[in-house]
């Protein structure tokens, strides 16, 4: 059980990036694999504001097209969105001390620590190396 970040969709949406192929397949294994794997809204959210931002795509997605690309991840039987549980400020609170000198934008990556933690999960595809940061979770690059 994982989570996959939001780097890993965008390069499995985007056919211009160098990364697209390793993380399409990736992708396309965990949707047929048995292995539960999960999303955040966050990471929902953020693939949205990504994919389609005409500064950061070359050729941005379409809303349409990048809900639809969702879409089909939502329809894989394996796939769960972690959402908040009663334990949540609690576990924000554990994660927080655990990791000095939170701020900014590390708060966006930390809410997926919070979640992962509240659902058991230790384990994230991302190459967002500030995740290494928080020493309670397994970061594994997909493209290594």
């Not at 001390?97 to 230790?122: C, I, Q, W, Y």
């Amino acid at each position: 059980m994982f989570v996959v970040d939001t780097n890993v969709l965008i390069y499995a949406a985007d056919r211009n990036a160098s990364e697209h192929k390793k993380c399409q397949h990736l992708l396309t294994m965990w949707r047929k694999g048995e292995t539960p794997w999960h999303l955040t809204w966050g990471i929902v959210y953020e693939f949205l504001r990504v994919s389609t931002h005409p500064r950061v795509f070359q050729h941005p997605l379409s809303a349409a097209s990048a809900w639809s690309f969702l879409r089909a991840l939502f329809s894989t039987p394996g796939m769960t969105i972690l959402t908040e549980t009663n334990r949540h400020a609690q576990t924000a609170d554990e994660v927080f001390h655990e990791v000095p000198l939170l701020s900014g934008n590390l708060f966006f990556d930390a809410h997926t620590v919070v979640l992962m933690r509240e659902h058991g999960l230790k384990r994230i595809y991302t190459r967002d190396a500030d995740f290494h940061r928080f020493r309670q979770i397994e970061v594994i690059d997909p493209l290594k």
